[in-house]
């Protein structure tokens, strides 16, 4: 989770560089408001087009973990979009959703019991 972050980060920074010069570096009201939209629609494009394209994003890669639907295959933009939105929520409620895999029987993750998804060990 800590290198998806880290990533994340790195998205959403060099994302930011435009947004920032049209704006002169100067958020509020509106325009910070606005930002945020932006941040979270850049970070659930590149979220939602790794999990559909492959099952992985790059630190998912590294230890070797995969995005499934939960009858194992491949998982549709539609339910990637669902899982992703269901993940922000997840973590705006105090991360309530991933207390939650402490929790379960299979340890999945709320999010993706609700999206019909799963994490699984990958061979690749």
């Not at 549709?76 to 939105?85: F, G, I, Q, T």
């Amino acid at each position: 989770m800590i290198y998806e972050s880290l990533l994340a980060f790195a998205i959403a920074f060099f994302a930011a560089m435009p947004f920032y010069g049209a704006t002169s570096g100067r958020l509020s009201g509106f325009s910070r408001s606005l930002f945020q939209i932006y941040l979270i629609v850049i970070l659930g494009l590149y979220f939602v087009w790794c999990w559909h394209r492959g099952g992985q994003t790059l630190p998912m890669k590294t230890w070797k973990l995969r995005l499934v639907s939960a009858d194992g295959g491949p998982v549709s933009v539609r339910r990637a979009a669902l899982r992703y939105l269901l993940a922000c929520l997840s973590v705006a409620l105090a991360g309530a959703g991933l207390v939650w895999a402490a929790f379960d029987r299979d340890r999945q993750f709320l999010h993706d019991r609700l999206a019909g998804t799963r994490i699984v060990r990958s061979d690749n």
